[in-house]
């Protein structure tokens, strides 16, 4: 049964009360011998007890109307309230209504917004830290095991190209001029193969296990990496880096940058010589990797290597351009620039 249903009986019992007491009052005021009198007796011609028993159900009923639609009007609103509070919405209460009940449960229904928004806010904080820190815990699961399958190349793989690259060496001395050409030949390729997989062997140990800043300037990251690569590297390696302070978010962008160049040079370069530059000029940072290898296509590459859509992101997001000039058998140019922002306050130096 709806509100204005059960209004509408209430209303319809509420005239029927309201007949029996007129009918009781008149009877009072004006005695009559029987009951049949009040049939002959007349109000507009109409018989005196269909008149005040219409006249009472007609009020009960469209006072019950009245009632029922203003009720239905109001618990309609207090559903809607609901129905916006379950669907995250927030509901539109007016300030001032008409009955303290309905303006108490308006503060509830507020209240039990804010409540449930607070625990939504918090919800969504927890889910995002543990994200991160399973992201977290994930990488360093990642880095530790980079670490491992590094340590395990560098101390058998590697020392074992190392050991067969010197008996190559050994082997080709001592051979004489006289000897059979072709296998010379033959011993002199497997000696270059032999090197070439130390290059290889290097470049992998650089990408799995990258050197970090931890708390050095960017000058000092470059300078440490690159006296490290001229330790076990034959190929000439030059560096000019000046000395100027950056933020730690860009130092860090520019040194895996790096990483990724010289790492590209010792596994396809075939290079010789190698040189860094790092400098700032009017107010932008100017990192350049050079080296004198076979070069590449920089097209064909762009679509296929993971690692160059790596270092042009990296350069993005820090605001800056990279820019990669190569020329087959005459070597690769890298360049990037990235401008050095200065806060509302500061001057140029």
């Not at 010197?166 to 001395?173: F, G, K, R």
């Amino acid at each position: 049964m709806t509100t204005a249903m059960r209004q509408i009986l209430w209303g319809l019992t509420l005239g029927i009360i309201l007949f029996i007491a007129v009918t009781l009052s008149f009877v009072l005021v004006f005695p009559v011998a029987r009951l049949s009198d009040l049939w002959n007796r007349e109000l507009m011609d109409i018989p005196f007890i269909i008149f005040t028993f219409s006249i009472s159900v007609v009020l009960g009923v469209a006072f019950g109307m009245a009632s029922g639609t203003y009720w239905r009007r109001q618990i309609g609103t207090v559903d809607n309230w609901l129905f916006q509070l379950e669907e995250g919405q927030e509901p539109e209460i007016e300030q001032n209504q008409a009955y303290s009940e309905i303006t108490s449960i308006s503060k509830r229904v507020s209240k039990l917004h804010r409540q449930i928004s607070e625990k939504a806010m918090l919800s969504q904080r927890l889910a995002t830290e543990k994200a991160e820190e399973q992201e977290s815990r994930i990488q360093e699961i990642i880095s530790q095991e980079r670490n491992r399958l590094a340590r395990e190349l560098h101390d058998s793989v590697s020392q074992q190209l190392f050991a067969a690259s010197m008996l190559m060496s050994a082997i080709n001395e001592t051979k004489g001029p006289s000897e059979n050409e072709r296998e010379t030949k033959q011993l002199k390729m497997v000696e270059e193969m032999i090197h070439q997989s130390q290059l290889e062997m290097r470049a992998l140990l650089l990408h799995l296990r990258p050197v970090a800043l931890k708390g050095k300037s960017l000058q000092e990251g470059i300078e440490e990496l690159l006296i490290e690569l001229r330790q076990k590297v034959t190929m000439n390696i030059k560096w000019k880096v000046e000395p100027f302070p950056l933020d730690k978010g860009v130092e860090d962008h520019l040194f895996r940058i790096l990483q990724e160049s010289v790492s590209n040079t010792l596994r396809h370069g075939k290079a010789e010589e190698l040189e860094v530059l790092l400098i700032k000029r009017d107010d932008k940072v100017i990192m350049r990797v050079v080296d004198d290898g076979i070069g590449f296509n920089v097209e064909e590459a762009k679509a296929g290597s993971y690692g160059l859509q790596n270092m042009h992101e990296r350069a993005g997001e820090i605001g800056g351009t990279l820019k990669i000039v190569s020329v087959q058998n005459k070597g690769t140019r890298l360049e990037v620039k990235v401008p050095i922002l200065l806060v509302a306050g500061e001057k140029n130096d």
